[in-house]
């Protein structure tokens, strides 16, 4: 189960790396069309507006597991170190509860597009939940990664 977990974390990371490479492609393409060729294109802001949302919210896990996210710890690197593990271990399960009710609404707006086949307004037509899938697997990816921190700092308590 941890294989699969940190497996979800690398590709959720990997996926959100190529959005980056994707996004410098298209606003490379963008500018060649418009100032050589003379020729702008339609859709480049709506595409690079969906490779933002995967950069947002698909690498969420590796960030985590990195320990990359903002945190205020002035207080917590005070305490003893059973009672730090215990808050971080805290911390942990308010972002895997936090994280699963956005993967759990936010895979209800997804099923909701793609059942009513809701596409962009654009000239693309561009189905709806595609864009809006980077968000509930972001955070599906996140609230494993802090389940998989509870179960670590449970381990380390008991000794194992």
Same mark, same amino acid.
């Given at each position: =189960?941890?294989?699969l977990?940190?497996?979800?974390?690398?590709?959720?990371?990997? $996926?959100?790396?190529?959005?980056?490479?994707? @996004?410098?492609?298209?606003?490379?393409? #963008?500018?060649?069309?418009?100032?050589?060729?003379?020729? %702008?294109?339609?859709s480049?802001? #709506?595409? @690079? #507006?969906?490779? +933002?949302?995967? =950069?947002?919210?698909? &690498?969420?896990? =590796?960030?985590?597991?990195?320990?990359g996210?903002?945190? $205020?710890?002035?207080? $917590?690197n005070? /305490? &003893?170190?059973?009672?730090?593990?215990?808050? +971080?271990?805290?911390?942990? $399960?308010? @972002?895997?509860?936090?994280?699963?009710?956005? !993967?759990?609404?936010?895979?209800? =707006?997804t /099923?909701?597009a !793609? #059942?009513?086949?809701?596409?962009?307004?654009? +000239?693309?037509? !561009? &189905?709806?939940?595609?864009?809006? +899938? %980077?968000? &509930?697997?972001?955070?599906?990816?996140?609230?494993?990664?802090? @389940?998989?921190? *509870?179960v670590?700092?449970?381990?380390?308590?008991?000794? *194992?």
């Amino acid at each position: =189960m941890m294989f699969l977990i940190r497996a979800l974390s690398l590709v959720t990371y990997r $996926v959100a790396q190529v959005s980056i490479v994707g @996004t410098l492609a298209v606003v490379t393409g #963008e500018v060649v069309a418009r100032y050589i060729f003379n020729s %702008p294109t339609q859709s480049s802001l #709506e595409i @690079t #507006e969906y490779f +933002l949302v995967a =950069m947002g919210f698909l &690498p969420l896990a =590796m960030i985590y597991q990195r320990g990359g996210h903002v945190s $205020v710890d002035l207080v $917590v690197n005070l /305490l &003893p170190e059973r009672v730090k593990r215990h808050c +971080l271990t805290a911390s942990a $399960v308010i @972002t895997a509860i936090f994280s699963f009710l956005v !993967f759990w609404f936010g895979m209800g =707006m997804t /099923l909701h597009a !793609f #059942e009513s086949q809701t596409a962009s307004s654009s +000239l693309m037509a !561009f &189905p709806m939940w595609i864009a809006y +899938l %980077p968000i &509930p697997l972001g955070f599906l990816a996140l609230a494993c990664q802090a @389940t998989l921190t *509870i179960v670590d700092s449970d381990r380390s308590d008991v000794g *194992i």
